[in-house]
């Protein structure tokens, strides 16, 4: 039986990923890919929908969640909470569309090992993306103007141990030019669908 795909794209923040995912989404008829949307706590940054980038929900909505059991993989990240719902790919999957999860290394890595556990790992497209340099990284991070030095520091500190699970995908991207990591990656999402038709 042909089972449904799930593609994650993670990476260390501020590598870019955002910046792929709407070059993936500006031609996507082939691949019908459909953006999960996860949940969090953290406020909208500008420009942010509710219901399209993110679920936004308080701390309290989240620990409802979390008590019944509504995530495949949730987990805080720079003091907010972060998770994904076990309905929410199931509808894109039921939409006949291929679910594409934005996620932190943490929670792909979670994500990994749920379907590890259910023997399905198969199922799973996940493609890490990494910065030509943690400089370029530290650059682009300084560019979004959106942190303090400290809280800088912090993101590449994390940046450092994301990397060290690289090797953990089944792919590794690195971002130096967004359209041509966006390029690589329908490349392998393509490859992937076919090994499964």
């Not at 987990?75 to 569309?97: C, M, R, V």
């Not at 030019?177 to 992937?192: G, L, P, V």
């Amino acid at each position: 039986m042909k089972k449904d795909k799930l593609v994650i794209l993670a990476g260390p923040s501020g590598v870019g990923k955002g910046t792929i995912e709407k070059i993936l989404f500006e031609d996507n008829s082939e691949m019908k890919l459909k953006l999960s949307c996860s949940v969090t706590t953290r406020k909208p940054r500008e420009g942010e929908v509710d219901g399209v980038h993110y679920y936004f929900v308080s701390k309290e909505e989240f620990e409802k969640k979390i008590k019944n059991n509504e995530f495949i993989e949730w987990n805080s990240h720079f003091n907010n909470f972060y998770g994904t719902l076990y309905s929410e790919i199931e509808n894109i999957n039921k939409q006949g569309f291929l679910p594409l999860l934005e996620i932190e290394t943490n929670g792909a890595l979670n994500i990994m090992k749920y379907y590890e556990e259910k023997n399905e790992s198969s199922c799973l497209i996940s493609i890490f993306i990494t910065p030509p340099s943690l400089q370029e990284l530290k650059n682009r991070i300084n560019n979004r103007a959106t942190e303090t030095e400290k809280e800088i520091k912090i993101r590449i500190d994390k940046a450092k141990e994301e990397l060290k699970e690289k090797d953990k995908f089944l792919y590794s991207v690195i971002n130096d030019d967004a359209h041509i990591a966006a390029n690589e990656i329908k490349k392998i999402i393509f490859k992937e669908l076919k090994n499964n038709d």
